[in-house]
Structures are given as structure tokens and as C-alpha cells.
Nanobody, 126 residues
Framework: QVQLVESGGGSVQAGGSLKLSCVAS?????????MGWYRQAPGQEREGVAT???????TYADSVKGRFTISQDNAKSTAYLQINDLRPDGTAMYYC????????????????????WGRGTQVTVS
């Protein structure tokens, strides 16, 4: 019943910035949830980037701390990922995901926790 649509990807030079958006829709909305951003480069495993829950608690992968910021606008049912100082290893398909559980740092390493996924938005660092 939850549908996610990402946008905001594109091509940017190293050191540049992008802001990704994830719009969520559902027929049944609970007060408990966790939204996550994952990314996957060609030939690589899917990697957790950041999570945010209904209480605005956030978690970041060590590789993006200080450069990426996850946020949300509950009125718009939208999660965001502000990406600054992009590096070549930032080139990947970025996916938005959702679960009805409260966020845990472990979820960055367990994509199977998320039952709902968007189709992704491509970020390319050139």
C-alpha cells in the first residue's frame, strides 16, 4: 500500500551538490515508520546511506557523515537527501525505502528490513 517515487538525480562534477526527494503515498499511514536512502553502484552491493524516522531521529553511514543530510516534510509526505561535496564513489542509483518499524542504526546494513522501495534516481559524479 506504500508507494515511493524518487527524483532529483543527475550529473554533477566532483565537489558539487544535489538534493534528492522521495514522495511517499499510502492508503494506510501509521505513526511509526523509518525512511531510508540506499545506493548501489554497478557491480557493487546495495549500501545504506541514511535513515530518518517519525521522531526525526537520523542515522548516517560513516562514508557520508558531514556531507549528506537526510530530512523530511511530514505535511508533504516527502523525505529528502541533501548531498554535498560529491565524490566519485557517490556515483550510484539512489533508492528510497520505507518500513513500519522504528529506525535502528542496524537498518543501514539490512536492506531486507525495508518492505517498500522506489525505483531509484541516478546520481553520476563526473
Amino acid at each position: 500500500q506504500v508507494q515511493l517515487v524518487e527524483s532529483g538525480g543527475g550529473s554533477v562534477q566532483a565537489g558539487g551538490s544535489l538534493k534528492l526527494s522521495c514522495v511517499a503515498s499510502t492508503f494506510v499511514r501509521t505513526t511509526t515508520y523509518c525512511m531510508g536512502w540506499y545506493r548501489q553502484a554497478p557491480g557493487q552491493e546495495r549500501e545504506g546511506v541514511a535513515t530518518i524516522d517519525f521522531a526525526d531521529a537520523t542515522t548516517y553511514a560513516d562514508s557520508v557523515k558531514g556531507r549528506f543530510t537526510i530530512s523530511q516534510d511530514n505535511a508533504k509526505s516527502t523525505a529528502y537527501l541533501q548531498i554535498n561535496d560529491l565524490r566519485p564513489d557517490g556515483t550510484a542509483m539512489y533508492y528510497c525505502a520505507s518500513t513500519g518499524l522504528t529506525c535502528s542504526p542496524a537498518y543501514l546494513r539490512r536492506p531486507a528490513t525495508f518492505g517498500f522501495w522506489g525505483r531509484g534516481t541516478q546520481v553520476t559524479v563526473s
